[in-house]
């Protein structure tokens, strides 16, 4: 296990190290910095200047590593529009974005684990075949038009729902709903594929044979079961979901980091955008990395292979 | 994977594996049937030659021109199901907000969601393949760096780095399809590797290998055709995910610009009328919807069609 958790660690570190060489290599798309920072009205002077306090001139490995090594120690550098620390501003916005995904996620798994196992004890029954249906409705439903709708319909025509900011509990609704819906799909198949899984298998028919009543069957030997895969995948979407919520944080003006990134690329605001691509990328790779940990510890079959 | 299949199929005999019945009509029709009797696949194909229709004539099915014919008089002209004085049989979805023809604008829209679709799919599928049926085939160290790609792929927020990357270089319809091809190679690459895997060890690539043939040969006249099922599914999923995520950064205004008619730049210049004028977001939401829908039917229709153990 120690073995496996170190071998995943290593992997870890080298895919955040690449990433975070990715993300510094940004900054050169647009040719060359220092000129796109001065603007169009300098001077050559101006941009020399620009190009030593920024450390521009210096060979690009040496900037790389002392960025990296800044970062390391939390500091991110300095916004270009809002004159503070980046990793300040990130942090305080961050708390935002994971309470979207964290709200998001839940209403997903609420929404998609029922579902799944009455679609699983009941195959191609009416209620398997309006699971599925909604699974394909979920999936080709664009998120940003759906927020769009959901405003319309819960912010402006009934007026039960708040449509923007984050003043209070309502205000994560209409986003978790917008944000969380396209995962049901994915999380409702798994469920009942691992249900149907689970049901056909020798322990089960042993529980049921012992006379145990039907419901301790489903719930305390099957779900508990199928619904290892689930949690991994559940951890794997609300990574995503945290780097997908600059659409639904724009729309509904949640001060995340989705809506702060969306401005930072309105202001040209390269640091902050870097720091937002970076600090996202981490934490998907942070929980992806528990949930390979968590696996292999519920199911030692993974640590073998 | 449908999960009761398997023990239908297996008390039924099999139509296209077993080798007297293997001749040609009958393999053909039972194909046919699957493929007919499949309401996805008639359903998803239908939409889809419909917009794929409209956007090959999209010049000739209207009397207007998506960006030129402006008339500010005639602005947010509602569209036909609607009651009132400015409804006008001239503009069957009305007009937008620089009375530029809804219709007109929704069919040349077709063309830009389609283009960028097939051809950040053509990109990407290039890349994951590539890449993946190599590690499948080759394994070892080969494997390994494949798999380290896909997860440093994976690890960075693919909206967020198109967004970042198109304001950066400045955006273009050819500029959204190539960092769309590159961002989204990932599934490609994950499917294509383990179902090379699934056949690299069978009999007939041994058979090759056993008569000499090449390793290029082998994973062209060997592999690709046996994984080729799986290949079409994915592309199917990867044009949808492509078409979704060009309709999201056109609606955050870093995709296609104005004044191109994009479904989803269509959107986001009508959400501030919403509330007075629905129709002006819903009827490009509900193409792009009808559109997504239309793919992802016929992709897991293919996928039932062409795999034996899924038929019902």
Redesign the interface.
């Known amino acids: 296990m120690l073995k496996f958790a170190l071998r995943r660690l290593g992997?870890a570190v080298?895919?955040?190290l690449?990433?975070s060489l990715?993300?510094f290599s940004?900054i050169y798309?647009?040719g060359d910095p220092a000129m796109a920072l001065a603007g169009e009205t300098a001077t050559q002077s101006d941009i020399e200047n620009i190009r030593r306090v920024y450390g521009y001139d210096q060979p690009i490995i040496v900037q790389y590593l002392s960025w990296l090594g800044n970062a390391l120690q939390g500091d991110l550098g300095r916004s270009h529009y809002l004159k503070t620390d980046v990793s300040e501003v990130i942090f305080a916005r961050l708390p935002n974005t994971m309470i979207l995904g964290g709200t998001a996620i839940t209403f997903a798994l609420i929404l998609a684990i029922p579902l799944g196992v009455v679609a699983a004890i009941r195959?191609?029954s009416i209620i398997d075949r309006i699971a599925l249906t909604i699974a394909?409705?979920g999936?080709?439903?664009?998120?940003?038009?759906f927020a769009?709708?959901l405003?319309?319909f819960l912010g402006?025509t009934f007026r039960l729902l708040p449509i923007t900011g984050t003043s209070s509990w309502m205000n994560f609704i209409m986003p978790s709903i917008a944000l969380g819906y396209y995962v049901t799909p994915g999380v409702m198949r798994l469920t009942?594929?691992g249900m149907?899984?689970v049901l056909g298998s020798d322990y089960i028919r042993t529980a049921k044979a012992k006379g145990l009543r039907p419901v301790t069957v489903l719930f305390k030997h099957a779900l508990r079961n199928a619904i290892i895969p689930v949690v991994s995948l559940a951890a794997v979407q609300f990574g995503?979901m945290?780097?997908?919520s600059?659409?639904i944080e724009?729309i509904f003006a949640i001060n995340g980091l989705?809506f702060l990134?969306?401005e930072s690329?309105q202001r040209?605001d390269?640091p902050m955008?870097q720091a937002?691509?970076l600090v996202?990328?981490i934490i998907?790779?942070l929980i992806?990395f528990l949930a390979d940990i968590m696996n292999a510890w519920l199911d030692p079959r993974i640590r073998v292979n | 994977m449908s999960d009761t299949g398997n023990k239908k199929t297996s008390s039924v005999p099999n139509v296209t594996t077993t080798p007297e019945q293997a001749n040609e009509p009958s393999a053909m029709s039972a194909m046919r049937r699957r493929v007919f009797g499949h309401y996805g696949i008639i359903i998803g194909g239908a939409i889809l030659l419909l917009i794929f229709g409209m956007a090959i004539f999209a010049p000739y099915l209207t009397n207007f021109h998506p960006i030129l014919d402006q008339d500010l008089s005639n602005k947010m002209v509602p569209p036909m199901w609607h009651d009132g004085p400015k409804v006008n049989p001239v503009h069957p979805l009305g007009t937008d907000l620089q009375g530029r023809d809804y219709l007109t604008r929704l069919v040349h829209g077709a063309q830009i969601s389609l283009l960028i679709g097939f051809a950040a799919m053509l990109i990407s599928g290039v890349i994951g393949t590539t890449l993946g049926v190599a590690a499948g085939y080759f394994g070892g160290r080969v494997d390994m760096v494949v798999n380290y790609l896909i997860t440093v792929r994976l690890s960075m927020p693919v909206i967020l780095v198109a967004l970042a990357v198109v304001s950066l270089v400045g955006s273009s319809l050819w500029i959204v399809i190539w960092v769309l091809g590159l961002l989204i190679w990932d599934r490609f690459a994950v499917v294509m590797r383990s179902t090379t895997l699934q056949v690299r060890n069978l009999d007939y690539v041994a058979a090759a290998q056993a008569a000499g043939c090449s390793k290029f040969r082998i994973i062209m006249t060997e592999i690709m055709p046996n994984i080729a099922n799986h290949l079409i599914v994915v592309a199917t999923l990867e044009m949808a995910h492509a078409i979704l995520l060009e309709a999201a950064l056109s609606f955050l205004g870093l995709g296609v610009q104005p004044p191109a008619p994009s479904w989803g730049l269509m959107i986001s210049e009508g959400k501030g009328m919403m509330f007075f004028d629905p129709w002006l977001v819903g009827i490009p939401g509900a193409a792009l919807f009808a559109l997504i829908l239309a793919i992802n039917l016929l992709g897991d229709g293919i996928r039932d069609v062409t795999a034996p153990e899924n038929r019902n």
């Open positions: 992997v080298l895919v955040a690449t990433v990715l993300t940004m798309l647009s195959p191609n394909v409705i999936q080709a439903l664009p998120s940003f038009w769009l709708i405003i319309f402006i009942r594929a149907l899984e995503f945290l780097g997908g600059i659409v724009t989705g990134a969306w690329i040209a390269l955008m937002i691509v996202l990328s998907y790779i992806t």
